[in-house]
C-alpha cells in the first residue's frame, strides 16, 4: 500500500472550478479596495519602519516595525521553553496514577484554559508578577548587569531596563500555553496503545522506564503537529502583552498609527509579517516531522 504522503494529488474539474471562483472573488476585492475606496494609499511611508539609514552610524537600523518583529520573536521563543516544560510535567501529572497529582493538573488546566488570557496577563503583571519580582530581588540584579553580561542581556532578551516587564510577560505567556500544551501531552500518551504498557510490564520495566524509553518516544511523534500549532499560537497570542506596554509588534504597530493615521498601510504590513513568521515555522515543523517520520 502506497504511503498517504506518495499519492498524486488529483486535481478534479469541480476543483478547478472553485479555486477559479475564489480567485476571482479575491480579485474583485483586491480591484474594488484599490479603485472603489476613497482611502488614499501612501505605501511609501512603511520602509523607514522597516530599515533606515542612520547617518551617524552610517550603516543600516532596524526601524519601529523590524524591533517590534524581534520582540515578539525572543517573547515568544523564551516563553516556549518553560511552556513547553510546564506543560510536560502537568501532562504526565494528568494521566500519574497518583491522585493528587492528577488533581492538581486538572485543577492548573482548568482553572487557566477558562480564563480569559487578558485578565491573566492583568492579575500576573499588577499581583503576582510584581510581588515576585520584589522577594526575588529581580529589579538589583537587573540593574546590576553591566559591561559583557549586560550586552549578552540585551542580545538575548531586550533592553535591559524594560527587563522586569518583559520576564512577567513571559512567564504569564508561559503558564498560559502551559495549560494547552498539557492536554496535548496527556492526549498523545493515551493514544499509545495500553498493550506497550503491559508488554512492557510483563518485561519487569518501572512505570518510569517504560514512560521514557517506549511511550514517550511514539507519542512525541503523534504530539508534534499539535505542538507546532501551540507554538504558532504563542507568536499570536503574544500579542495580547502590548497592554502592558511590552514593545513588540503589536504596540508598535498601534503607537505608529497613533502618530502616522496610515491605519491600513500599517496593519496591511503588520498582518503579513506574522503571516511570514508562522508560516515559516510551520515549513519548519513540517520538515522535523518527515525527519522524524524517516528515521
Not at 523590524?66 to 501532562?91: D, N, Q
Not at 531596563?161 to 500518551?189: K, W
Amino acid at each position: 500500500m502506497d504511503h498517504p504522503n506518495n499519492r498524486k494529488i488529483r486535481v478534479t474539474r469541480l476543483d478547478a472550478a472553485i479555486l477559479a471562483a475564489l480567485a476571482g472573488v479575491i480579485g474583485y476585492v483586491v480591484y474594488k479596495a484599490a479603485t472603489g475606496l476613497t482611502y488614499h494609499w501612501h505605501w511609501e511611508v512603511i520602509p523607514q519602519f522597516l530599515l533606515y539609514f542612520d547617518e551617524s552610524a552610517q550603516s543600516l537600523r532596524p526601524g519601529l516595525l523590524t524591533r517590534g518583529l524581534i520582540t515578539t520573536i525572543r517573547l515568544s521563543f523564551w516563553a516556549g521553553i518553560p511552556a513547553l516544560i510546564i506543560g510536560t510535567v502537568m501532562g504526565l501529572f494528568r494521566v500519574s496514577p497518583s491522585l493528587f497529582k492528577r488533581q492538581a493538573a486538572s485543577a492548573y488546566v482548568g482553572l487557566i484554559r477558562n480564563m480569559p488570557p487578558l485578565v491573566l496577563i492583568f492579575v500576573f503583571y499588577f499581583f503576582i508578577g510584581d510581588q515576585i519580582m520584589s522577594l526575588l530581588r529581580m529589579d538589583d540584579a537587573i540593574h546590576g548587569l553591566t559591561g559583557t553580561a549586560g550586552e549578552i542581556a540585551a542580545w538575548l532578551f531586550g533592553p535591559v531596563n524594560r527587563l522586569p516587564r518583559f520576564l512577567s510577560a513571559l512567564i504569564t505567556i508561559a503558564l498560559f500555553e502551559a495549560a494547552y500544551i498539557a492536554e496535548i501531552v496527556r492526549a498523545g500518551i493515551e493514544s499509545v496503545d495500553k498493550g506497550q504498557w503491559e508488554a512492557a510490564a510483563s518485561t519487569g520495566m518501572s512505570r518510569f522506564r517504560t514512560m521514557v524509553h517506549i511511550i514517550l518516544p511514539q507519542a512525541m511523534q503523534r504530539m508534534l503537529p499539535a505542538l507546532a500549532g501551540q507554538f504558532i499560537s504563542t507568536i499570536k497570542d503574544s500579542a495580547i502583552v502590548s497592554v502592558i506596554s511590552i514593545e513588540e509588534l503589536t504596540f508598535q504597530a498601534q503607537q505608529l498609527m497613533t502618530t502616522t493615521y496610515r491605519s491600513f498601510e500599517i496593519w496591511t504590513t503588520v498582518f503579513v509579517m506574522y503571516f511570514l513568521l508562522t508560516f515559516l515555522c510551520s515549513l519548519a515543523v513540517r520538515k522535523l516531522e518527515l525527519a522524524m517520520r524517516r528515521h
